[in-house]
């Protein structure tokens, strides 16, 4: 049976089409990669369109896709908790941080902190935060990916993982940013058409009328499957939930990144506002997808395949479209992964290399040969680390690490970013502060909440009430940076910020 | 449209701006919030079925979705025309 793990000739020829596809483009991208600069951000030539793609497609990881897609026909409307979460982070990015920070920075969101502050200090800060999302987020990507591909190719796990860790180093390593970019482009286009097509195959078969859809999932099911279920039950969790998927969007490093790759701020916000659009409508269309599995395969046949549910997808599409859409699918589900990882090692890189080393290690003595030469580096120890925690994490839960890296990202590196941006008075002691305390605080409250007390180390008790930290960690990471600001105020640092506002809006060419 | 007549200094730019993201921000959260608060709060309420296969909860839910569009579109059309325009007026 489909999706069982067997071997799926035609899924492993699509899958291996994608990544000749993609190894084209980055043998092309090669040619355009000599300096930091491109490597780092293309070059800084994408247009608004293409970068909205490739926000798009940095963003939707296999978590989005598949899982939302499993949450939906397994619990009907909870699923469109997530979506709606995942989504308004980005208006956030757009209104307070995409044009600042495209104005006042070149390689990684740090830039934007230490153009102010005291370099090192803030990079080392901003160093630890980007680099416990980034590992939190990579764990999760490649021990999803080895899940995946085992089911649907019927690869072995550790086999998958490591072939996700080798061709992600390929385009990373030769292809840099440009690479990055187009495997991103055209995973989001392959991804958007695929959950297209197989949300009207669905829909042909309910006359195109969504509601006659839902209609036949609550004839099967009970009206139960339309209304709030038990994923949301304690009203402050939710709270702190929502707070971290929101926030956390505009704190993740990959995403801060890509809004160096374009001309300018004018450009950025474009961009995002095509991002926007589109994520938007692809979690509608999981909703589809998710009910259109629970009516036409039904939860029972789900369960068997994968008790997650993260198989819903690529079942239905067997079902509407025969075993060579089921492939077509499998693939568009590894490019997802694969388009992702390759964003997050990018920036990983860039934090290893420009921040720590060229800023902090060589006090910006560097030049850009040797700031390359560090960040191919960096990029070959970060997918090796990938590789090995993606094995030693084995069975871990997907959607757990996730929320963790946006709990660290909505903690540790958005309150810094925005009062960097919003707040004259910050200064090194208040920026620094806040990121240890928002990194400790996120990391601390998860072990001590009933997910790792109870869920993991099967105690009767734990100390912290909530699955989520955000509602704590968030305001207290705010709350640390005003207070440690305010009771040593530093003139100088006040004045650069003002010095540095018109940059802020016009950008560092006049 | 009317002439902008607002002072072209730094000053009254960054304010507008601001303002202008800040009202959006506190906008957002207080769609979605709204939306997380009634999900937690009033199931019952949200579970109210108001056509065959369509829920209060679902059309709400849709609807912030929508909502993060509306709210995108106004500021790139604030921005594109008041913001870049007075941005020019201080580059000259």
């Avoid at chain 1, 941080?97 to 230490?114: H, K, M, Q, S, W």
């Avoid at chain 1, 902090?360 to 003595?365: E, T």
């Avoid at chain 1, 990194?439 to 601390?444: D, E, K, P």
């Avoid at chain 2, 769609?31 to 009033?42: K, T």
């Amino acid at each position: 049976m489909i999706g069982t793990g067997e071997p799926n000739a035609i899924a492993i020829g699509f899958f291996l089409g994608f990544i000749v596809l993609s190894l084209a483009i980055t043998v092309w991208a090669a040619r355009k990669t000599h300096t930091a600069d491109q490597f780092y951000t293309a070059g800084g030539g994408v247009t608004a369109l293409q970068n909205g793609l490739a926000l798009a497609g940095d963003f939707m990881s296999a978590a989005s896709f598949l899982g939302i897609a499993g949450l939906v026909a397994l619990s009907g409307f909870d699923g469109l908790i997530y979506s709606v979460g995942w989504l308004v982070g980005w208006p956030v990015v757009l209104f307070l941080i995409a044009e600042p920070l495209r104005n006042l920075g070149r390689y990684t969101f740090a830039d934007v902190v230490a153009a102010r502050l005291r370099q090192k200090p803030v990079r080392v800060a901003s160093a630890v935060g980007s680099l416990a999302v980034i590992t939190f987020y990579l764990i999760a990507q490649m021990v999803g990916a080895g899940n995946l591909i085992r089911l649907l190719f019927g690869l072995p796990y550790e086999f998958a993982v490591v072939i996700v860790g080798v061709v992600m180093l390929a385009y990373v390593l030769f292809g840099g940013m440009t690479a990055t970019t187009w495997v991103q482009i055209v995973k989001a286009v392959l991804l958007l058409g695929g959950a297209s097509l197989l949300a009207l195959l669905v829909l042909a078969r309910f006359n195109f009328n969504p509601l006659a859809l839902f209609s036949e999932a609550a004839r099967q099911y009970g009206d139960g499957v339309l209304s709030p279920g038990r994923l949301v039950t304690d009203p402050v969790d939710a709270i702190s939930l929502g707070l971290a998927l929101m926030l956390g969007t505009a704190g993740l490093p990959h995403i801060l990144m890509r809004f160096y790759t374009v001309r300018d701020a004018r450009t950025a916000r474009s961009s995002v506002a095509y991002a926007t659009v589109a994520i938007g409508f692809f979690y509608l269309l999981t909703f589809i997808l998710g009910f259109g599995a629970m009516v036409i395969i039904g939860r029972p046949a789900i369960t068997q395949v994968d008790a997650g549910g993260n198989m819903a997808a690529p079942l239905l599409a067997a079902a509407v479209g025969g075993t060579g859409f089921f492939g077509f699918i499998s693939a568009v589900a590894f490019a997802t992964i694969l388009a992702v990882v390759a964003g997050l090692t990018l920036s990983g890189a860039a934090t290893l290399s420009h921040d720590l080393w060229v800023n902090v290690v060589r006090h910006g003595q560097s030049n850009s040969r040797e700031e390359l030469l560090v960040a191919r580096a960096a990029t070959v120890a970060l997918a090796l680390v990938a590789i090995v925690l993606g094995i030693l994490f084995k069975g871990q839960n997907v959607a757990y690490m996730v929320g963790l890296a946006f709990a660290i990202a909505a903690s540790a590196n958005f309150p810094v970013l925005v009062l960097s941006i919003f707040w004259s008075r910050l200064t090194t002691a208040g920026a620094q502060a806040s990121t240890f305390a928002g990194t400790i605080a996120a990391l601390g409250l998860i072990w001590l909440s009933p997910a790792i007390q109870i869920d993991v180390l099967k105690n009767e008790t734990a100390w912290f009430p909530l699955r989520n930290p955000g509602v704590v960690s968030i305001p207290l990471a705010f709350a640390v940076a005003i207070v440690v600001s305010l009771l040593r105020p530093v003139p100088e640092e006040a004045s650069r910020f003002h010095a540095l506002e018109r940059r802020l809006h016009l950008g560092a060419e006049d | 449209m009317a002439p902008d007549t607002t002072p072209h200094t730094l000053e009254a730019v960054s304010a507008a701006r601001w303002r202008i993201a800040l009202s959006l921000t506190v906008a957002m959260m207080a769609i979605y919030f709204g939306f997380i608060l009634l999900v937690a709060f009033d199931k019952p309420l949200l579970g109210r079925v108001i056509a065959p296969g369509l829920s209060l909860g679902m059309l709400l839910g849709v609807l912030v979705i929508v909502s993060a569009w509306v709210l995108t579109w106004v500021y790139v059309r604030w921005a594109n025309t008041h913001y870049d325009s007075r941005l020019g007026g201080l580059r000259r």
